[in-house]
């Protein structure tokens, strides 16, 4: 069955830096589009960052343009996302996705989803 864990959350200072990483498995990682959510408590699931199937065109959220980096490596079926200059606004439960088809940045074009994995940025 569809598998997506992830990995590499926590605590960090403002203007750090981490990397979130997404093990996939049972189902063919390189044919599909994938992206990067997240939600803060209180808040709607919000689009962080996409990547298409293959070489993998990007697409990212205004509010992390410049900051993240979104990248996979087929071979090893794991999608990344570097966060750098990372802000007190950055904290949320990330999750990553796999699209179904539709709307990069639409919630409701992915069709499974990780547990998330919380993100803390101190001020």
């Known amino acids: 069955q569809v598998q997506l864990v992830e990995s590499g959350g926590g605590l960090v200072q403002a203007g750090g830096s981490l990397r979130l990483s997404c093990a996939a498995s049972?189902?063919?990682?390189?044919?599909?589009?994938m992206g990067w959510f997240r939600q803060a408590p209180g808040k709607e699931r919000e689009f962080v960052a996409g990547?298409?199937?293959?070489?993998?065109?990007?697409y990212y959220a205004e509010f992390v343009k410049g900051r993240f980096t979104i990248s996979r490596d087929n071979a090893k079926n794991t999608m990344f996302l570097l966060m750098n200059s990372l802000k007190p606004e950055d904290t949320a439960v990330y999750y990553c996705a796999r699209s179904g088809g539709g709307t990069y940045y639409d919630s409701r074009a992915y069709s499974y989803w990780g547990q998330g994995i919380q993100v803390t940025v101190s001020s």
């Open positions: 049972g189902f063919t990682f390189g044919s599909y589009a």
């Open positions: 990547i298409r199937w293959g070489a993998g065109s990007t």
